[in-house]
């Protein structure tokens, strides 16, 4: 089982409509979450990061955690031709520094 | 300059070379990080220094060496690299100790291709 797994997609939505992005790791002691985001080519660049469980809004996007269920999510709003990218799901191992286990992404394609 | 930065951006090396890899970070982070990324497949770890002592080193293989000369610089020494190799590689920084400022922030990358 990988430690952190993530649909490869693509995941295909129209403009407008809000895209839905999963990750389920296997660590029940993980602490930290967070969603990056990859152009082709670019580097990863943080979106949001979520420690409790619930959900967390920012502007158009929302992460969701449930520990019980190691599942954590990342819902765009309102998606844009301009979301179109890959998405990292990275999970924080407990104790010692800081070190992220990412899962494999899941491509997000937004079509007008 | 801000962030994170990298260079070179974009390197071409034959098996035989010695190059390096530099990163600088000036967020006054502590703590630094080399990643690779290989198409298709997720974020390797490869070392990781905390406080210029390395924490990390993920079985890598010895042709890579890394180097923390202090807190915003970091350097991967490549020799003999084989093409499998070839790979964009990320350097990343943090500021470990404090929760809520553990995010890793990258720089561009550098894309290598060994031949």
């Known amino acids: 089982q990988k430690e952190v797994e993530q649909n490869s997609g693509p995941l295909s939505v129209p403009e407008g409509a809000i895209a839905s992005l999963n990750c389920t790791y296997s660590?029940?002691?993980?602490?930290?979450f967070f969603w990056y985001r990859q152009y082709s080519g670019k580097s990863p660049e943080l979106i949001m990061f979520?420690?409790?469980?619930g959900d967390k809004e920012d502007g158009r996007f929302t992460a969701q955690l449930n520990k019980a269920s190691q599942y954590v999510s990342l819902l765009i709003r309102d998606s844009q031709p301009s979301d179109s990218a890959t998405y990292l799901c990275?999970?924080?191992?407990?104790?010692?520094?800081?070190?992220?286990?990412f899962g494999a992404g899941t491509r997000l394609a937004v079509h007008p | 300059e801000t962030g994170v930065t990298q260079t070179p951006r974009h390197l071409v090396m034959g098996m035989t070379n010695k190059k390096s890899l530099k990163c600088e970070q000036h967020?006054?982070?502590?703590?630094m990080y080399w990643y690779k990324q290989s198409a298709k497949k997720p974020l390797e770890l490869m070392f990781v220094?905390?406080?210029?002592?390395?924490?990390e080193n993920n079985s890598v293989p010895s042709r890579f060496s890394p180097e923390c000369p202090n807190s915003s610089h970091l350097f991967l020494h490549l020799h003999t690299l084989q093409p499998e190799d070839s790979a964009l590689y990320l350097c990343?920084?943090?500021?470990?100790?404090?929760?809520?400022?553990?995010?890793?922030?990258f720089g561009p990358g550098t894309r290598l291709l060994v031949l």
């Open positions: 990343a920084s943090s500021l470990s100790g404090t929760r809520n400022q553990e995010t890793q922030y």
């Open positions: 660590d029940r002691g993980s602490q930290s």
């Open positions: 990275a999970v924080k191992r407990p104790g010692g520094y800081n070190k992220l286990i």
């Open positions: 967020l006054g982070h502590n703590a």
């Open positions: 979520i420690y409790s469980n």
């Open positions: 220094y905390s406080l210029e002592e390395r924490v």
